[in-house]
């Protein structure tokens, strides 16, 4: 939800700037409005790396969990203290429904290691119901905008491969002149 609302701000304002600011007239107004909107858009896919960064952690506490109890709680413990400290030192973002997830995560794996679950396997499962799969879920949902993002920029990147093989075509074809011997 939280990187639907960015992407959605991000095309409102990119739209808003569009419509006040004046087309590029030339290749260099381009290469000025290009490199604009990649700062503009950073933001964005920090926060989807953030993103993949937190399941990368979410799935290694799962996989941690498959041990004995005590010990597999107690690396779970750990990895998810210390990711968590990590971004909080780091000041990563994540959407709120992320953060949300690994707060949960936290609070699941600390009771745990305080009060070690009489089943297990439903602990384990759990776990992977309540944390792993509402995580992979929201990263899915963001994937699909930046799959979105990533065709645009395809299509465009395709548009202009296609102005430079003729642009190249026509130095190759004025180099090659046979009017100038």
Known sequence: MAMRKLFISAAFILVTITAAAQPARDVSDANAAARQHLRDIEPALTLMRNEAEALGKINEIQ???????????DRAFRLIDDYSGGIGRRGVSLPHDQQIIVMHAQRMIQDARTLTPTDYAKFRDDFHHLIQLPMEFSVARDL??????????????????????SSVNAINGAAIDATRQ
């Open 144 to 165: 699909q905008q930046l799959m979105s993002l990533t065709n645009l920029y395809t299509q465009m990147a395709n548009q202009l491969r296609v102005i430079e093989t």
């Open 63 to 73: 996989r941690a969990l498959s041990g004995p109890p005590l010990s597999s709680v």
